[in-house]
T-cell receptor, first 115, second 114 residues
Framework: AQKITQTQPGMFVQEKEAVTLDCTYD???????LFWYKQPSSGEMIFLIY??????QNATEGRYSLNFQKARKSANLVISASQLGDSAMYFC????????????FGTGTSLTVIP | NAGVMQNPRHLVRRRGQEARLRCSPM?????VYWYRQLPEEGLKFMVY????????ESGMPKERFSAEFPKEGPSILRIQQVVRGDSAAYFC????????????FGAGTRLSVL
């Protein structure tokens, strides 16, 4: 079975501080992709970062980095130097290469950046 | 998600009416996926289509919902006789052939049923 778990319904972070959003996954597929999306109050899904299961290095995109621990099946998102505009819902998603045709999404984490 | 166009962005329907949601995939993409996001939840897969074919509809409700992706024109998600429980955000994604694990999402259509 494919499953994505985000255990933090809400998080707060002080502006300019770093924050880690947790994500664990479960899949029997040896090849898969892990994604993080940001959903602001306007509702669109904004792609942030991607990690392939066979990638040797953790993915980074600007202030976003993905802490990929394959043995623990975790793919935490780290946002450095938080900004007020980072306040949004954040979704972790997994796409197995060989199993099914869909992305599997977690239930999301609501991040609030405090000035 | 640049390039996947969904319209309308917001759609209001009364109970019993029909809702039609449109999705134009990114240029060069021949695979389309529809997802539904209920309030306070993550996205849930509904259906996967290629041109003129439904490949996987395992997430589609059995009644009132249908989807198509014609040879020409956008993909259409159709909801007949809408009920209040259909109120949700509906997202479309597209991918290249053979790259279904890399999907690009549109901005979504927010359906409100009065």
């Amino acid at each position: 079975a494919q499953k994505i778990t985000q255990t933090q319904p809400g998080m707060f972070v002080q502006e300019k501080e770093a924050v880690t959003l947790d994500c664990t996954y479960d899949t029997s597929d040896p090849s898969y992709g892990l994604f993080w999306y940001k959903q602001p109050s306007s509702g669109e899904m904004i792609f942030l970062i991607y990690q392939g299961s066979y990638d040797q290095q953790n993915a980074t995109e600007g202030r976003y980095s993905l802490n990929f621990q394959k043995a623990r099946k975790s793919a935490n998102l780290v946002i450095s130097a938080s900004q007020l505009g980072d306040s949004a819902m954040y979704f972790c998603a997994m796409s197995p290469q060989n199993t099914g045709n869909q992305f599997y999404f977690g239930t999301g984490t609501s991040l609030t950046v405090i000035p | 998600n640049a390039g996947v166009m969904q319209n309308p962005r917001h759609l209001v329907r009364r109970r019993g009416q029909e809702a039609r949601l449109r999705c134009s995939p990114m240029k060069g993409h021949s695979h389309v996926y529809w997802y539904r996001q209920l309030p306070e939840e993550g996205l849930k897969f509904m259906v996967y289509l290629q041109k003129e074919n439904i490949i996987d509809e395992s997430g589609m409700p059995k009644e009132r919902f249908s989807a198509e992706f014609p040879k020409e024109g956008p993909s259409i998600l159709r909801i007949q006789q809408v009920v209040r429980g259909d109120s949700a955000a509906y997202f479309c994604a597209s991918s290249l052939a053979g790259r279904k694990n890399i999907q690009y999402f549109g901005a979504g259509t927010r359906l409100s049923v009065l």
